[in-house]
């Protein structure tokens, strides 16, 4: 069976066309987990990783504080 050219390049589109669309249906489905997943990183592990700074200064401080203690006696 012998396809015309314009059978051709008009079936090539509509393939082009096919495999577009499903890479941009998958490409939004990972923007989505992508954006779930920076939500949940800005909502529940920034806030941890500032506690966590916060606990560190104060240990510093707190061997600061016994370091001066320890050398004015």
């Not at 939500?39 to 966590?52: S, T």
Request: proline share 1%.
């Amino acid at each position: 069976m012998k396809l015309s050219i314009k059978t051709t390049i008009l079936g090539l589109g509509i393939g082009c066309l096919l495999v577009l669309g499903s890479e941009i249906g998958l490409l939004y489905s990972e923007m989505k987990d992508i954006s779930k997943i920076s939500r949940n990183f800005i909502d529940v592990e920034v806030p941890i990783l500032d506690k966590a700074h916060d606990l560190k200064l104060a240990v510093v401080q707190v061997q600061q504080w016994l370091t001066d203690i320890s050398a004015t006696r």
